[in-house]
């Protein structure tokens, strides 16, 4: 690997490590470069914005889902059921990387990077996951009044808000569970909801 290659990509290893430890606050340039050993200046060699360098960060984060949805959901199962594991696997990926979690839909940090970076757009990595929930939407019902696109962001919406909800306790306290444990049968339970009122009740 060339050396400025290995750099950048220690630069983005110590914000990884970083914002799954200490959260989006620590994910300062100059905290950065102290960790990856380099001088505060060094990152601008290779990352002319900070929202540049948190992308980067951010798409390791896409990166990692795409991969969890992969292997939470069978690609031969039938359309819902994939769903309900996506689903699933989003609030679990919330649950055990919140700080991650917390920047890669943060795009009012993020936003501008496409033209800062030189490299490829964060939404090279974030669209096709949406993309997917997209697909499985209309295989789900392809005659749907309602145009998929917009049942996929009310949908994701959804269990956007059960993860954050989730990690801040609020869910619990609706349930009269100070602090429920992560994932189990309640969260099925609650993500099953979800795509009940978004594409009806499945069939018997």
């Given amino acids: ?6 750099l ?6 110590v914000g990884v490590e970083l914002v799954l430890t ?6 300062g340039l100059r905290e ?17 914005t900070h929202q540049a360098l948190l992308s980067a960060i951010a798409r390791r984060g896409f ?11 069978d690609g031969a199962a039938p359309p819902r059921e994939r769903l309900l594991a996506l689903a699933g696997a989003y609030v679990r990926y919330a ?8 920047l890669m839909f943060r ?18 990595a974030s669209l096709p996951l949406f993309g997917l929930l997209v697909e499985l939407i209309t295989r789900c019902d392809a005659r749907r009044k309602v145009p998929a696109e917009v049942t996929a962001v009310a949908l994701w919406a959804n269990v956007h808000g ?28 609650l993500i099953a909801a979800v795509v009940d009122a978004h594409l009806g009740e499945a069939d018997a």
């Fill in 22 to 27: 200490e959260g989006v606050s620590s994910l």
């Fill in 63 to 73: 990166a990692d889902l795409a991969a969890r949805f992969a292997e939470a959901a």
């Fill in 162 to 189: 059960i993860a954050e909800l989730w990690g801040w306790g609020s869910i619990g306290l609706a349930l009269g569970e100070e602090d429920p444990a992560p994932g189990g049968d309640r969260l099925d339970r």
């Fill in 107 to 124: 795009h009012d940090l993020l936003r501008g990077e496409a033209r800062a970076a030189g490299g490829p757009p964060l939404r090279e």
């Fill in 95 to 102: 649950q055990e990387r919140p700080g991650m979690f917390a």
């Fill in 1 to 6: 690997m060339h050396a400025e290659d290995s």
């Fill in 32 to 48: 950065i470069a102290r960790r990856a050993g380099v001088s505060h200046g060094a990152p601008r060699r290779y990352f002319p």
């Fill in 8 to 13: 950048r990509d220690r630069l983005v290893d």
